[in-house]
């Protein structure tokens, strides 16, 4: 079975999908300006279109992992992540403390996700 790349870059590609099953890269914001909230939506404004260009949506997320760089900030995060995800669909989902790569980030998300 062939893996579809999607925006390859020299380092990463932004998702791959294989066998009706998709995976993105970790998620962060473009804005590092924003607090934990907006860098929150930002990231699921991401991840909402990278699974619409591989034929998914929100409802069919199989797994998501967050990394936070300060759990402080979890309570906030979690708010926005509640009014995003799909009713009656909340995936399996596990949420860390992390030093990321970059100070300026406070959210990382990593998705797997079934085609609809």
């Known amino acids: 079975m062939a893996i579809q790349r999607f925006h390859p870059g020299k380092t990463l590609s932004e998702m791959a999908l294989h066998n009706g099953t998709l995976y993105l890269a970790g998620q962060v ?3 590092t300006a ?7 939506r930002e990231v699921l404004g991401h991840i909402d279109r990278l699974l619409g260009e591989g034929g998914s949506d929100k409802a069919h997320i199989l797994m998501c992992q967050i990394y936070l760089a300060d759990l402080a900030n979890f309570d906030a995060m979690n708010a926005v992540w509640n009014e995003w995800v799909a009713p009656g669909n909340a995936p399996p989902r596990a949420t860390v403390e992390a030093r990321l790569a970059r100070s300026e980030w406070l959210v990382e998300m990593v998705v797997t996700a079934a085609q609809k």
Not at 34 to 40: E, H, S
């Open 29 to 31: 914001a473009e804005d």
């Open 34 to 40: 924003q607090d934990i909230a907006g860098q929150t």
